[in-house]
Each structure stands twice: as structure tokens, then as C-alpha cells.
């Protein structure tokens, strides 16, 4: 695939999409969202990535929002339109089975704050800044911001977010639990690498079930939510990972996984 906004690379099982308008500090307009969009639904048939990796072109953004220059002027139907193909990428990064991990390298914002959300991890780099600065242009998030900023970090503190439009730099975003660690700038893409090669050395098939259970256990209630994983403990007995992976530990040697 070629893509004008969007740089691709894959090695070991590990993907890397860095989102590539540093002129606009990586806003999305529809044509990069379209893009994305393609790329994460391709990703999910493609057996040589196991992880993916989340970045923005550029030392100062991550993706500082929406197209504001595009958005200005839109109607209600373009408006919806572009709701929509928001909301669609949202879910296509979450019911990915491959786990998503956000190397936040600098602005954040609006948009760029709700992609992150969608991911399943957050790595920022020192420089990282945070916000919903929606309200300011006379809006509300419009990419899921609202509903995934309270479930991660609780409705106080992202009231405070959403209503105030301020900023949160890269300690305060881990001290609120927004991201799982924070690393100097030239450390980021290393560090986000090195999770993921870990990540992708254990069996596929439990770590997509691990999404499943975590994504769909939190929105129902916990005794659904553990029958839920008990099903998919279940399943885990079918699979030939379980069978390694046990023999493994009893055999005292690494486990060879094959993702079956
Ligand atoms: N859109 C378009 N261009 C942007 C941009 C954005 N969000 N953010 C920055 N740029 C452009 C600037 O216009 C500037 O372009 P030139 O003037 O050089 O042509 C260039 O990037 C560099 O920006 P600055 O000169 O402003 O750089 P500074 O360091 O001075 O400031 C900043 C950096 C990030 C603090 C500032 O650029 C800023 O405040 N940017 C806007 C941040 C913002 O408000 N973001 C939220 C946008 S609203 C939806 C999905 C999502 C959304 C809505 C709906 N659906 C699915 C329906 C989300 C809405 C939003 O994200």
C-alpha cells in the first residue's frame, strides 16, 4: 500500500505506522483517517505483524488534533460523516487482536489525545503534552474522547480535562495514569520497540484473548465479565501454545510459541 500521510515499516512481528504531516504537526484530516483506516483493517489479516507501534513524524507532535483548516468550515453532514469515519478507526484499533502501542513523541491533542486512548498502551517521551482543548473551538471531543478518557483515568479528572481544554505535560499524564511510562525523547521508539518484542514473543492467540477479555470484560458487569474469561481461558486448552507452553515450563526451556 502507499500512503501520502502515513510512513510504514515492519520487522520481527513489529509494525510501525508513524502518522507523517509535520507541517500541520500531524493533524488528521480525513485523507490521513482514510489512511489509517485502510492500513489497520489490512494489518489485521497480515500473520507477519504481531504488535503495532503508534508514532508521529517529527520531534514535536504525536497528532496535535483534528484539521481544524479542514473541519472550519464543514456542515452537519460532513460533520457526521466525519464523526463516523473517526469512530470507525476507533474500533478498528480496539477490536484488533494485535495489541496497539501509542509512542506519544510530543502534542497530543483533541484527536490526537482520543487516538492514543484507542491504543492499548501509551509511552511518551519527556516533551509529551495532553489535552482536550475541544471546548475551545466551541466543540466536544468528537472521537470517542468523552467516553475512553474516564474510564482510563476516572470522571473527576477528565472533567477537569475536557472542561477546562488544558494541557497536561508528560509527569502529570503519568501521575493520572494517561500513560504507562515516560521516557527522554531519544529513548521513546527504543523503549516502545522493546515492549513490543516482548509482547510479541509470547503466543499470539493469548494475547489477542487478553484484549478481548480486558476490552469487552470492562463494559458489562463482573460476573459476565469473568464467565467471559473463563470461556476464553477455555479456549486457550485448544490451542497448540497451551500445549508448548506447558510442556515448556515442565521441561525447563523457553517455549516456542507458533500463534496456533
Ligand atoms: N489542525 C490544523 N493545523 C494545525 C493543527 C490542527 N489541529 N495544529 C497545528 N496546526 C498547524 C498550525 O496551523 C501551524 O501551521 P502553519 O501556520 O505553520 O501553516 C503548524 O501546525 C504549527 O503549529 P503552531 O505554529 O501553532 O505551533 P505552536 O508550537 O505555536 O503551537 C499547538 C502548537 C499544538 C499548541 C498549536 O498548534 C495548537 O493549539 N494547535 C491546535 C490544537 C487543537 O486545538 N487541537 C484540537 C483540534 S479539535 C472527530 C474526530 C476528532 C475530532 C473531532 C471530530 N470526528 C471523528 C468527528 C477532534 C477534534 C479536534 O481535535
Known amino acids: 500500500m502507499i500512503f501520502e500521510n502515513l510512513l510504514y515499516e515492519c520487522s520481527d512481528g513489529i509494525a510501525t505506522v508513524t502518522i507523517n504531516r509535520p507541517k500541520a504537526l500531524n493533524a488528521l484530516n480525513q485523507a ?16 507477519a505483524v504481531k504488535v503495532v507501534i503508534l508514532t508521529g513524524a517529527g520531534e514535536k507532535a504525536f497528532v ?9 468550515p ?5 460533520g457526521r460523516h466525519f464523526a463516523l469515519l473517526g469512530h470507525k478507526l476507533a474500533a478498528t484499533i480496539e477490536e484488533l487482536s494485535k495489541p496497539v502501542i501509542a ?20 509511552l511518551a517521551s519527556e516533551n509529551a503534552r495532553f489535552g482536550q482543548p475541544e471546548v475551545n473551538l466551541g466543540v466536544i471531543p468528537g472521537f470517542g474522547g468523552t467516553q475512553r478518557l474516564p474510564r482510563l ?15 497536561v505535560d508528560a509527569a502529570e499524564a503519568y501521575r493520572i495514569g494517561l500513560v504507562n511510562k515516560v521516557l527522554p525523547a531519544d ?13 510479541a514473543s509470547k503466543g499470539q492467540v493469548a494475547i489477542g484473548f487478553v484484549k478481548s477479555a480486558l476490552r469487552d470484560g470492562l463494559e458489562i458487569d463482573l460476573a459476565r465479565a469473568c464467565t467471559y474469561e473463563a470461556d476464553l481461558f477455555g479456549l486457550c486448552f485448544a490451542t497448540a501454545d497451551q500445549k508448548e507452553g506447558m510442556l ?8 516456542q510459541f507458533t500463534d496456533k
Open 248 to 255: 515448556a515450563f515442565l521441561e525447563k526451556r523457553p517455549a
Open 64 to 72: 496535535a488534533g483534528a484539521d481544524i483548516s479542514e473541519m472550519q
Open 153 to 167: 483515568i476516572g470522571k473527576g479528572r477528565a472533567c477537569e480535562l475536557l472542561m477546562t481544554g488544558d494541557m
Open 32 to 47: 490521513t483517517l482514510k489512511e489509517l483506516l485502510s492500513l489497520f483493517t489490512a494489518l489485521k489479516d497480515d500473520v
Open 103 to 122: 509512542a506519544v513523541n510530543g502534542f497530543a491533542l483533541g484527536g490526537g489525545c482520543e487516538l492514543a486512548l484507542c491504543c492499548d498502551m501509551r
Open 187 to 199: 529513548e521513546l521508539l527504543p523503549a516502545a520497540s522493546k515492549l513490543a518484542a516482548k509482547i
Open 74 to 78: 464543514i456542515d452537519a453532514v460532513a
